[in-house]
């Protein structure tokens, strides 16, 4: 079964960093674009970033353009995001989530991220 | 990259039928056939119900449908079922790789 599963948030202070990690099993990790996508608490949900399989191109939603910085390891598996610059505004549920070019097909179950001094 | 619009909630007994509207300009809906729905309950991640504007993934009801007129797409629900009480979203491609999500809609089954 294809599965998604996010680690390393928490609580930071404005300005400070973070790095998110997200771990994928069950489907070849490899042969997929990857997206991140954010929902802060009681709102929708708002796309952050892209990476293709290969890592060859990035692309950043304008509200995370130049502090955040989307990665990825294929022999581990793995996504990241790493967030600099952290803004009250940043805080919510991150999402990782499979793209199928027309659409997101798995989601991991989020990981929280709290910006407050 | 503005967030497409849709109805804050919708509302239906069981059985009826409901519509979502989610409306966007000629960027993002109005220009590609790459909208799709998303169906998310409370604290759970959001599931894929509809693709390509009106197509359905595997395992999803066939009681969800979507279509698409300009800048307007549009979930409808029928058989309503109280499993189907949930936030929806709609998302558009918006091109140069970027993508839009409409700010969701309560679904209250009455």
């Known amino acids: 079964e294809a599965q998604l599963v996010e680690s390393g948030g928490g609580l930071v202070q404005p300005g400070g960093s973070l790095r998110l990690s997200c771990a994928a099993s069950?489907?070849?990790?490899?042969?997929?674009?990857m997206n991140w996508v954010r929902q802060a608490p009681g709102k929708g949900l708002e796309w952050v970033s892209y990476i293709t399989s290969s890592s060859s191109n990035m692309y950043y939603a304008d509200s995370v353009k130049g502090r955040f910085t989307i990665s990825r390891d294929n022999a581990k598996n793995s996504l990241y995001l790493q967030m600099n610059s952290l803004r009250d505004e940043d805080t919510a549920v991150y999402y990782c989530?499979?793209?199928?070019?027309?659409?997101?097909?798995?989601w991991g179950q989020g990981t929280m991220v709290t910006v407050s001094s | 990259q503005s967030a497409l619009t849709q109805p804050a909630s919708v509302s239906g007994s069981p059985g009826q039928s409901i519509t979502i509207s989610c409306t966007g300009t000629s960027s993002d809906v109005g220009n590609y056939n790459l909208v799709s729905w998303y169906q998310q309950h409370p604290g759970k991640a959001p599931q894929l119900m509809i693709y390509e504007v009106s197509k359905r993934p595997s395992g999803v009801s066939n009681r969800f449908s979507g279509s698409k007129s300009g800048n307007t797409a549009s979930l409808t629900i029928s058989g309503l079922q109280a499993e189907d009480e949930a936030d929806y979203y709609c998302c558009s491609y918006a091109g140069s790789t970027t993508w839009v999500f409409g700010g969701g809609t309560k679904l209250t089954v009455l």
């Open positions: 069950g489907f070849s990790f490899s042969s997929y674009s």
């Open positions: 989530a499979r793209d199928v070019g027309y659409g997101f097909d798995i």
